[in-house]
């Protein structure tokens, strides 16, 4: 339970969220339900922008990457905190604009937008465009005289480095689909390209090495060579890069042994690298811009199902089937991801027996928790499954046709629906 601040125990001796009691809301909102602090989002967000503020006197900014959880409402709370947004898609963008979302402080990325999908930067005047590849630069390029407008853009960059993560969340090497390369000379390329078009205004470089990354050497490495890269593209062409994006993925705590750095510390080394890189490449010191999106929602989140079927499959394994599972937790399906969780009216009961919680989908990798100790468990019990506020919500599906789950939020000792359990007729809405 020490994995989420926010979480404590009452005198009914239930789980309490935010000072409230998850039985309760459950009962009020039903299961499946994501349960979110807000006052932990709006606290993480402060930590990422003091950090900032502190280590690069007011000339950087943090962006919040939507993709680990984006609603109206969380683009609000975002945008009242004074953060930038990173989006990914046409949706993530709309998600944005819908919620009011200053435009000038969208910055838009992907590695394949499509010509629809760059229209609606264009013409909302998103305010940073984060090229992947030369299609791209010309097809904006494109767009950009139609409308007769000069786009200001940012390249992401592969900078080769190995990031010790999940393949699948490894972005930085070479042999990744995602930007253009250093080492052969492609990133160059390009960027000098664009510095000939004339509705392209080059103002960043950007990279992103991969997603919940412990160690701080990977992150050291890349400032090291981005602002290098910086260097290069001064002395060799003259292209003088103002802003330097350094992504996201600074990794969490899902279990009581993972041990990540704080951010603070994370932030105070890199500044020092950047500083002494740009010192000694003579460069003026670039605006600085983060993107953290797991680290901002994922310990501000929990899961809360009901448990169905508890199948004891003598000398083999109890399966706990909940009425959730892939469908509003890809995870540990896609990643082998690991959780913890609470019964929630039993919060600190002893464990008693290892068993598997299963998810209801038809599949037999559906599984949330494999192997997880708990106190005896029976059908009815309510279960939370810890620390889901980060691509849980973001990566849900309706596969089989299972509705997603609402999403409660609890600030100041007060819970809001921010977003509705989808129902049936949400589910055929589009069928024809
Ligand atoms: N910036 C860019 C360009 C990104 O691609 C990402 C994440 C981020 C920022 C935010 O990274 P974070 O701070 O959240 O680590 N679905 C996977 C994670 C995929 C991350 C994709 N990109 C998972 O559930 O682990």
Known sequence: ???????????????????????????????????????????????????????????????????????????????????GIDVVSGGELYTALKAGFPMEKVYFHGNNKTRQELEMAVENNVGRIVIDNRTELELLSEIAREHDKTIAVSFRIKPGIDA??????????IDSKFGVALENGEAEEIIS??????????????????????DIEPFLLTAEKMVNFIGDLKDKHGIEITELNLGGGYGIKYLEQDNPVSYD??????????????????IKLPKIIMEPGRSIVGPAGITVYTVGNVKRIPDVRTYVSVDGGMCDNPRHIMYGANYEAVLVEKPAAAAQEVVTIAGKCCESGDILIRDIALPQIKTGDLLAVLVTGAYNYSMASNYNRIPRPPVVMIKGGKAKLVVKRESYDDIILNDI
């Open 1 to 83: 339970m020490q994995t989420i601040k926010s979480l404590g125990i009452n005198e009914k001796n239930h789980l309490t969220m935010g000072g409230l009691d998850v039985a309760r809301l459950a009962k009020e909102y039903g299961t499946p339900l994501y349960l979110m602090d807000e006052d932990i989002i709006r606290e993480n967000c402060r930590i990422y922008k003091n950090a900032m503020d502190k280590y690069y006197g007011g000339n950087g900014l943090v962006l919040y990457a939507s993709k680990a959880f984006s609603c109206l409402h969380m683009c609000r709370v975002v945008h009242e905190e004074g953060l």
């Open 164 to 173: 010790h993560t999940h393949e699948f969340i490894m972005t930085g090497q």
């Open 193 to 214: 390209f664009a510095a000939s078009l004339p509705n392209i205004n080059v103002v960043g470089v950007h990279c992103h090495i991969g997603s919940q990354i412990f």
């Open 265 to 282: 510390e994370y932030i105070k080394n890199v500044s020092r690298v950047v500083k002494e890189v740009s010192d000694k490449r003579k």
